[in-house]
């Protein structure tokens, strides 16, 4: 499984950004998907995740009510929607693909694939 994140960029507090990751392989839908992030200095950290059905989401206390996690199995893609961004969320977000055995829960332990990063930069 090939994971392609993108979406990242310069974005001013209080704004959006939408990341995407596209999946290369086609049981893509077998898979528990999440976005994990890190910024510098800092460990990687579990941000959002998403069972296979995409029935149950999950999510770090910091984003809860700002950031929303989806998939569509159609398209093999994997969305993390980011509203009312703060200068803390700034860091490079990755995706990141399990056994479907994880839910929405996919410990950075336990990931299988991950996609290359894509920079995330909040303005305050």
């Known amino acids: 499984v090939q994971l392609q994140a993108s979406g990242g960029g310069l974005v001013q507090a209080g704004g959006s950004l939408r990341l995407s990751c596209a999946a290369s392989?086609?049981?893509?839908?077998?898979?528990?998907m999440a976005w994990f992030r890190q910024a510098p200095g800092k460990e990687r950290e579990f941000v959002a995740g998403?069972?296979?059905?995409?029935?149950?989401?999950y999510y770090v206390e910091s984003v809860k009510s700002r950031f929303t996690i989806s998939r569509d199995n159609a398209k093999s893609t994997v969305y993390l929607q980011m509203d009312n961004m703060k200068p803390e969320d700034t860091a490079v977000y990755y995706c990141?693909?399990?056994?479907?055995?994880?839910?929405?829960?996919?410990?950075?332990?336990?990931?299988?694939?991950w996609g290359q990063g894509t920079q995330v930069t909040v303005s305050s």
């Open positions: 998403i069972s296979w059905l995409g029935s149950s989401t």
């Open positions: 392989d086609r049981i893509f839908s077998s898979y528990s």
């Open positions: 990141a693909a399990g056994s479907s055995r994880w839910s929405d829960r996919l410990p950075r332990s336990r990931v299988d694939y």
